[in-house]
């Protein structure tokens, strides 16, 4: 995995291009510590951001969310790995205000760090349930035939010209990742899908599991317009 790179601007975080990292569980000790559950492939990796931010309220639902590391990326070479965690777009519910981890470790399942400014244990607990997060730039560059799991969630998945729905998300089965692709709800709205209706009905029908196998099943992924071009049966 790479090492986490910074290279937004706060700009980001006003369009609301951010990543939760983690959430505050509650208070450690009494010098004002507090307890992390970390949202990243390897939980001590949340150390190693800058522009980190923060704010009050919950992580919007994270215990009933499907969860992914935030940092997890697929590539040619890409091995399912350990490491759960969630990634979404925060409430709009409070502001958001930089953060500065002064001390920091991992501690039973969890982590605890000392949060600069917080030095009493009511002040840390008065942060329980705040979210931490950070720009989507702040992640490390990828090659250019890797690519983030929250890049590729949402874009249209065509086995030809035949529309096979959306990356719903991704899952690691241990051999290979997975994409999870849901069929579109509104798909006479969709572009590049069949121009046969009985195609299109059946392209649309089922979820379906798409081994993330470049080269072999993975043809090409294109961010800008938003399409992975998969060698796939439709009717499988």
Same mark, same amino acid.
């Given at each position: 995995m790479p090492a986490p790179h910074?290279?937004?601007?706060?700009?980001?975080? &006003?369009?609301?291009? @951010?990543?939760?990292?983690? =959430?505050?569980?509650?208070?450690? $000790?009494?010098k004002g510590w507090i307890k992390l559950r970390?949202?990243?492939? &390897?939980?001590?990796? @949340?150390?190693?951001?800058? =522009?980190?931010?923060?704010?009050? $309220?919950t992580a919007g639902g994270a215990s009933q969310q499907r969860r992914k590391p935030v940092d997890r990326y697929s590539g040619p070479q890409s091995k399912g790995v350990q490491g759960r965690g969630f990634q979404g777009s925060p409430q709009q519910d409070g502001g958001w205000r930089e953060l500065v981890f002064e001390q920091g470790r991992a501690?039973?399942?969890g982590l605890i760090a000392l949060v600069q400014g917080v030095s009493t244990r009511e002040a840390a607990e008065a942060l329980r349930g705040s979210v931490i997060a950070v720009p989507k730039g702040a992640l490390a560059p990828l090659r250019s035939d890797e690519f983030?799991?929250?890049?590729?969630?949402?874009?249209?998945v065509l086995a030809g010209e035949c529309n096979l729905g959306r990356v719903a998300y991704l899952m690691e089965t241990g051999a290979n990742d997975v994409l999870v692709v849901r069929p579109l709800q509104h798909a006479s709205g969709e572009s590049g899908e069949s121009a046969d209706p009985e195609a299109?009905?059946?392209?649309?029908?089922?979820?379906?599991?798409i081994p993330w196998l470049w080269g072999d099943v993975v043809?090409?992924?294109?961010?800008?317009?938003?399409?992975?071009?998969?060698?796939?049966?439709?009717?499988?």
């Open positions: 910074s290279d937004s601007s706060d700009q980001s975080v &006003v369009d609301g291009d @951010l990543l939760i990292l983690a =959430e505050v569980t509650g208070a450690y $000790g009494i970390s949202f990243t492939e &390897v939980a001590e990796n @949340l150390f190693s951001y800058d =522009e980190l931010k923060i704010r009050a $309220g501690h039973g399942k983030y799991w929250h890049q590729l969630e949402g874009l249209r299109r009905k059946a392209s649309n029908a089922r979820e379906r599991l043809q090409s992924v294109d961010l800008d317009s938003g399409i992975i071009q998969v060698n796939w049966d439709p009717e499988f």
